[in-house]
């Protein structure tokens, strides 16, 4: 896919707390341009938040990062310029009831209504639509999302594609922004060993092709430069609670989608901060 390329990706003593304690705390990375940067660990243990500090979507509260030659938490609006989240529940949610063309035709729209230029948008409407529907084109190959495999093509509902097609849906979203950095949550979330391999893959290639991919996961690919948050420096009463079920249960018994959801909700509670 066309685009400026990738920029590189660094953080030292990056650290958030929220009310409950420090969503992540001592964070250190030193990635390149266009390389793949995987946030491994439990769910729980403040992976959404990293994400979202690092794409500008949350002001963190200690120690810098650099997207490129932006500096965090100073340019948090101009990290958001260059960068687009993919597959975060609560943010870039699919509408299961429109189907993928609608989807993709309404992204084409918003991206050109509010990232054109003056110049760009007085162009013949034959013009525009060409335009969009390469931009279009361009983010379904990189995101290797075969319109034609579908059920019924373009007009296929959201709710019918499987998880791994709904998850290259909404990466191509993402990616007709042309993004510099690309974040994805929840990557290897409920997908089999297979399915694993097919998301790996086509984040790899995304990064390959110059697009800075972070993604977080709860085991990292070979090749990936990783970034843990398995240990959490501080915890409190608040965060001891939040891992256990209603039955006072510790929450390690298999139910990470419920510790997903409420690591997802903590975080977007805590991006008003941005």
Same mark, same amino acid.
């Given at each position: ?5 990738? #920029? ?17 705390? *001592?964070?250190? %990375? ?10 491994? *660990? ?7 938040? !990293? ?18 030659? =932006?500096?965090?938490?100073?340019? =948090? ?10 597959? #975060? ?5 699919? /509408? ?39 931009? %279009? ?8 999302? @075969? ?5 019924? *093509? ?5 709710? /019918? =594609? ?6 290259? =849906? ?5 990616? %007709?922004?042309?993004?510099?950095? !690309?974040?994805? @949550? ?16 086509? !984040? ?34 608040? /965060?001891?609670?939040?891992?256990? /079920? ?29």
């Amino acid at each position: 896919m066309d685009g400026p390329g990738g #920029v590189a990706v660094g953080a030292e003593g990056f650290g958030l707390e929220g009310p409950r304690g420090w969503a992540f705390r *001592g964070v250190d %990375i030193d990635a390149g341009p266009g390389e793949l940067v995987a946030i491994e *660990g439990p769910s729980g243990s403040g992976r959404t938040c !990293l994400l979202l500090a690092l794409t500008g979507r949350m002001r963190p509260t200690e120690g810098t990062a650099s997207v490129g030659r =932006l500096r965090l938490p100073k340019q =948090l609006s101009a990290v958001r310029r260059i960068s687009a989240l993919a597959h #975060v529940p609560g943010v870039t949610d699919l /509408d299961p009831a429109l189907t993928v063309g609608e989807h993709l035709r309404e992204r084409a729209l918003l991206q050109r209504r509010f990232d054109g230029s003056v110049r760009a948008l007085l162009r013949p409407r034959a013009e525009r639509t060409a335009a969009s529907r390469l931009r %279009i084109d361009s983010a379904l190959a990189a995101a290797g999302l @075969d319109l034609e495999a579908l059920p019924k *093509g373009s007009r296929t509902a959201v709710r /019918d =594609l499987e998880r791994t097609e709904a998850l290259r =849906l909404s990466v191509a979203l993402a990616l %007709i922004g042309g993004p510099r950095l !690309l974040g994805v @949550d929840d990557t290897d979330l409920k997908l089999s060993d297979a399915e694993r391999a097919e998301v790996w893959d086509l !984040l790899r290639s995304v990064a390959a092709s110059g697009t800075t991919v972070v993604a977080v996961c709860s085991e990292a690919p070979e090749g990936a430069v990783v970034v843990s948050t398995a240990s959490k420096p501080t915890a409190t009463a608040d /965060d001891a609670g939040r891992n256990k /079920d209603a039955d006072g249960n510790s929450g390690n018994n298999g139910n990470n989608g419920n510790n997903d959801k409420k690591e997802t909700a903590d975080a977007l509670a805590e991006a008003g901060r941005a």
